[in-house]
């Protein structure tokens, strides 16, 4: 006996609760059975590639700001290194372990805000999110702190960061940095052996290591796929190479996994900042640069490893003081490309787990 | 840390609108007025010169029902011949647990949507509702409000007559669920003799208003979440009935009032001699209530708000009271069936058999809230799998135990002590080999799909270090 | 003599049950035709509630009003040929010859009957304040084969849903 059911079109988003923000997602569906799936992008569009072309090179920061807004510290840091690439400009070395400071606290940020979501998307009632939002709210603080802003920082300059952190900065990070794996523990222990989360995450939305290399994924997701590839590791910039961290990688490649190492990467962000927190040099923190800077003709590709993936700054200059082209190489819009990959013939709920563990920021995506 | 350097402004708490404030304080004034001549009424001894206390209230209302057969038959009202003698006793009783059902599932509304975001709020370190009126204690109130004030939307396309029915279709069944509970001796409003069995018919009518309200809303989101709960609640009712059957089995009545009289009498909560049905029915019903884990007809994640997505303004407000009533009357069957009702080992001479009703329920409720406050969801396919390859043969299992427990207890004269106790032990081992073994029957195994903690390495590299690894897949 | 209050409740509920039906095959939307189908059946309920059977009125419910709909809302949901029209005429024919067979049969049973006889001695010996028992122990005790035999005939229902619906793993 046949039972006949007509496929139908389903519009998630562009206002939805799981999208994180204006994504949308066009999905033809047979009852709860995902049968194809369109990803509809461009809601949160703000031109800043084009608008980069106008602006001169110190002025583009604040857009790093705004493209991954959970992740400033890591969008500034990648556009720093590549002008300072083009321009040639030296980097103290207090500027260098400062960047790595406040990119790996960044790190840690965005990956409480990308697991707490992840859960939420489990369908967990917001509680995992809230503790993730406990030691996000620290670091913001932090940040607020060093530079005045929380979330758009525009902390790193060209040529070093804008400001020295003030006396109380250093005790208020001893003791967060001294919290936080007690708390990751708890998070672990709430988290891990949740049996519900297993059932909802593992093997949901697999992705091989050949395809998640094909599909030229970066950061947690390719980790998580199995393949040990960091920028930290393989390309170091700032003082990353005199730093001791593992990377951590996942077995299945599944949404559990990705979960896994977002997790263990926040372990390994707590080991890198004690470590340079430890061997923070004094002396200046900003090489000073002329108001306009104006690279010689040029080109630069400066990557970073960012809490989703491989961030990286494309800049050429034609000697004028505004970048003649600007481009961001965004992990996320490339780590969604697999989405369809892994949510096609899965069930709904699958589906946005999956997109869960993709860990999206729209405005990295759109630009 | 940072207070240093943050000076936000401190903000003026906010203001209680005033008609917000005399709208609360008409409701609380009118509830302390009725309960205070309640009280009069009762303590005072003005029924028949004897004086009651505020313990049994229900004998109360049974006394006053009596006065009024007494006068009725003293002079017979000019009715008595067409409607039947006893009509007013009859209308009295009916509007006394009316009143009494409606004004305590209001204010038990009230306070507990209060209670609940509090307690959700300290479960995810936030503060909860704080701002209108003294502890925030208004909230609920002013939710009502503004959601008595938002405009009700129908959608383009909606079957009009059809979407408007559901909100109102149930609040019936959740109303009318709580007549047979007994809260104290001779204080159940519809002390019906097969109350088991009106329960699950009266709550099996849920599904209806749920499915038409998704039907009707004409947007795929609810039509799914409908969908939803239609294939939950055929699943689930299955264990859940057959849980209550255990329970009906062992003390031989459907009558609840008769269940919560059989564990004052036996000194025994159900719980303990019936653990796996306690599990079942619990586990069950947060399935039906659609509560965390189970809540995947309204999974905000997945598809919104589920059936009532297209709801908006008091009739949203009518299906979230009824979602909050529910989870209250699942707590209370809960304490009802399996916590001992108002019995407390004696202690019910002394408290009043509805507040300790009460607290056992707020307990039982208070678990459905920490499970909403910790939980993740389940997939659609995986809570049916569930429901029927592990909640239905346990109960089954379950009820045979049972079945032959009732009849050795029927049979075989040994003090309650010894039969009972033997029962509690044996059941209880039941329980533990079956939710073990019956799990590893149908295939779980606890540690399977690989580690749970992440591989660190030194290693950097491409496909030949992850398949140097072994981790590429 | 019936009190009036019964006598109301009977012609109240007698109307909606009969307007209920009625509602059923005017509608042209099959879901609402399925409301309609759930006010008649409960309105029966309540019909047997007037004649203190509350065990058959509540069973009339659980079944009727609460899982006979489902029933059919998976067979508007997984038929193939049931839009939300409520049918074309198909069987308008061998419906209503249908009908009024079944009509002619009741009103020849209801004049049949010598009311009057069931409603003294025979219904006074029956102890309605405990249908539940009663029903009970009819169905295990004096009717338990009829019991038996209807419960294999439901599990071998059940089975052969299973068989029918299972699609072949071979293809």
């Known amino acids: 006996m046949t039972t006949a059911?007509?496929?139908?079109?389903?519009?998630i988003g562009p206002q939805h609760p799981s999208t994180h923000g204006v994504f949308r997602l066009r999905v033809v569906m047979d009852g709860e059975r995902i049968q194809d799936m369109d990803m509809v992008v461009g809601y949160l569009h703000r031109s800043m590639e084009k608008l980069a072309e106008e602006r001169t090179y110190t002025q583009n920061i604040p857009f790093t700001d705004r493209a991954d807004y959970l992740a400033a510290m890591s969008g500034n840091l990648g556009y720093c290194l590549a002008v300072e690439?083009?321009?040639?400009?030296?980097?103290?070395?207090?500027?260098?372990?400062?960047?790595?400071?406040?990119?790996?606290?960044?790190?840690?940020?965005?990956?409480?805000?990308?697991?707490?979501?992840?859960?939420?998307?489990?369908?967990?009632?917001q509680t995992p999110l809230m503790y993730m939002f406990r030691e996000r709210e620290r670091?913001?603080?932090?940040?607020?702190?060093?530079?005045?802003?929380?979330?758009?920082?525009n902390y790193m300059r060209i040529g070093g960061v804008a400001f020295d952190p003030p006396p109380e900065f250093f005790p208020a990070i001893e003791s967060l940095v001294s919290d936080l794996p007690d708390r990751i523990d708890e998070y672990a222990e709430l988290l891990i052996d949740n049996e519900i989360l297993l059932a909802r995450s593992r093997g949901v939305g697999t992705i091989t290591a050949e395809d998640a290399i094909n599909g030229s994924l970066s950061g947690p997701m390719l980790r998580g796929s199995g393949v040990p590839w960091d920028l930290r590791k393989a390309e170091p910039y700032c003082v990353y190479d005199r730093m001791d961290f593992d990377i951590p990688v996942g077995r299945n490649g599944d949404a559990y996994d990705r979960f896994l190492v977002r997790l263990e990467e926040v372990r390994?962000?707590?080991?890198?900042?004690?470590?340079?927190?430890?061997?923070?040099?004094?002396?200046?923190?900003?090489?000073?640069?002329?108001?306009?800077?104006?690279?010689?003709?040029?080109?630069?590709?400066?990557?970073?490893?960012?809490?989703?993936?491989?961030l990286g700054f494309y800049v050429v200059s034609d000697g004028g003081s505004a970048p003649f082209r600007f481009h961001v190489r965004a992990p996320s819009l490339i780590n969604l490309s697999l989405l369809r990959e892994m949510a096609v013939g899965s069930s709904l709920p699958d589906a946005i787990v999956a997109l869960g563990s993709v860990d999206i920021v729209v405005g990295e995506i759109d630009r | 840390m940072s207070s240093t350097l943050r000076q936000g402004r401190r903000r003026p708490a906010t203001r209680v609108p005033p008609g917000l404030m005399i709208v609360g304080a008409v409701f609380a004034l009118g509830f302390l007025a009725a309960n205070a001549a309640i009280g009069y009424v009762v303590i005072d001894g003005r029924l028949d010169g004897q004086w009651y206390d505020i313990r049994d209230l229900g004998f109360a209302v049974q006394e006053l029902k009596a006065q009024l057969d007494?006068?009725?038959d003293d002079q017979p009202g000019f009715l008595d011949d067409i409607v039947g003698q006893h009509w007013m006793s009859y209308a009295v009783g009916a509007l006394l647990g009316a009143i009494g059902i409606l004004s305590f599932i209001g204010g038990a509304l009230l306070v507990l949507i209060w209670v609940e975001r509090r307690l959700i709020g300290r479960m995810q370190i936030r503060r909860g509702p704080n701002r209108v009126g003294p502890y925030g204690l208004l909230q609920p109130v002013a939710d009502a409000v503004k959601l008595i004030q938002k405009e009700v939307l129908t959608p383009d396309g909606a079957d009009r007559i059809l979407f408007l029915l559901p909100p109102a279709i149930i609040f019936v069944p959740m109303m009318t669920a709580w007549g047979p509970v007994p809260w104290a001796p001779n204080m159940a409003y519809l002390d019906i003799n097969v109350g088991v069995l009106y329960l699950i018919a009266v709550s099996s009518l849920t599904t209806?208003?749920?499915?038409?309200?998704?039907?009707?809303?004409?947007?795929?989101?609810?039509?799914?979440?409908s969908m939803r709960t239609v294939a939950m609640m055929i699943s689930y009712e299955i264990p859940l009935s057959i849980a209550l059957l255990s329970v009906v089995l062992i003390t031989g009545s459907m009558q609840l009032s008769e269940i919560v009289q059989w564990q004052a009498d036996h000194n025994?909560?159900?719980?303990?001699?019936?653990?796996?049905?306690?599990?079942?029915?619990?586990?069950?019903?947060?399935a039906e209530l659609n509560r965390t884990p189970n809540d995947i007809a309204e999974a905000e994640s997945e598809i919104v708000a589920g059936f009532h997505t297209e709801y908006s303004g008091m009739k949203f407000g009518l299906f979230y009271a009824v979602e909050l009533g529910n989870a209250l009357?699942?707590?209370?069957?809960?304490?009802?069936?399996?916590?001992?009702?108002?019995?407390?080992?004696?202690?019910?001479?002394?408290?009043?058999?509805?507040?300790?009703?009460?607290?056992?329920?707020?307990?039982?409720y208070f678990v459905l809230v920490w499970l909403r406050g910790t939980l993740p969801r389940f997939r659609l396919d995986q809570l049916m799998r569930f429901a029927w390859q592990y909640l239905i043969p346990l109960s089954l299992f379950n009820l045979l135990i049972v079945a032959i427990e009732a009849s050795l207890l029927a049979r075989w004269d040994a003090p309650g002590l010894v039969t009972l106790g033997l029962f509690t032990v044996v059941n209880w081992g039941a329980a533990y080999i079956l939710f073990r073994d019956w799990a590893r029957r149908i295939g779980y195994q606890p540690d399977a799909g690989g580690p749970r903690r992440a591989e660190l390495t030194q290693q950097v590299g491409g496909i030949e270090a992850a398949h140097r690894m072994g981790t590429a897949t | 003599m019936e009190s009036l209050g019964i006598i109301v409740a009977f012609y109240l509920l007698s109307a909606i049950a009969v307007g209920g039906a009625i509602g059923v095959f005017l509608a042209s939307d099959l879901i609402r035709a399925l409301a309609f189908l759930v006010l008649s059946f409960v309105a029966t309920a309540g019909l047997f509630l007037t004649l203190s059977g509350d065990f058959i009125a509540i069973a009339q419910i659980l079944i009727y009003a609460g899982a006979i709909p489902v029933l059919i809302v998976f067979a508007v949901m997984l038929a193939p040929l049931a839009g939300r029209n409520n049918g074309n005429g198909l069987y308008l024919v061998p419906g209503l010859a249908l009908g009024a067979a079944v009509a002619v049969t009741v009103a020849f049973v209801a004049v049949d009957v010598e009311w009057n006889e069931l409603s003294g001695a025979l219904l006074a010996e029956r102890d309605f304040a405990t249908t539940a028992n009663a029903i009970g122990n009819a169905l295990v005790g004096r009717y338990v084969l009829a019991f038996e035999i209807a419960s294999v005939l439901l599990l071998a229902a059940l089975i052969g849903a299973i068989v029918l619906v299972r699609e072949d793993e071979a293809t």
């Open chain 1, 5 to 11: 059911t007509e496929p139908y079109v389903l519009n």
């Open chain 1, 85 to 125: 690439m083009l321009s040639g400009v030296e980097v103290p070395e207090r500027a260098s372990y400062l960047r790595v400071i406040f990119a790996e606290l960044q790190r840690i940020a965005s990956h409480s805000m990308a697991n707490g979501t992840f859960v939420n998307d489990a369908g967990a009632w």
């Open chain 1, 139 to 153: 670091i913001l603080d932090l940040f607020e702190m060093t530079g005045g802003a929380r979330l758009t920082t």
């Open chain 1, 268 to 310: 390994q962000s707590t080991k890198i900042i004690r470590q340079a927190l430890d061997g923070l040099p004094s002396g200046p923190h900003k090489t000073d640069i002329p108001l306009a800077l104006r690279p010689d003709p040029g080109e630069a590709y400066g990557r970073v490893e960012g809490p989703r993936g491989e």
């Open chain 2, 70 to 72: 007494a006068i009725n």
């Open chain 2, 208 to 225: 209806l208003a749920v499915f038409l309200a998704g039907w009707s809303s004409n947007n795929h989101y609810a039509l799914l979440g």
């Open chain 2, 268 to 286: 025994l909560w159900l719980i303990a001699l019936l653990p796996i049905a306690m599990v079942t029915y619990f586990f069950s019903s947060t």
């Open chain 2, 329 to 364: 009357l699942v707590a209370t069957l809960v304490a009802t069936f399996f916590l001992g009702g108002w019995s407390l080992f004696g202690l019910e001479e002394w408290i009043p058999g509805y507040l300790i009703l009460f607290a056992k329920l707020s307990a039982a």
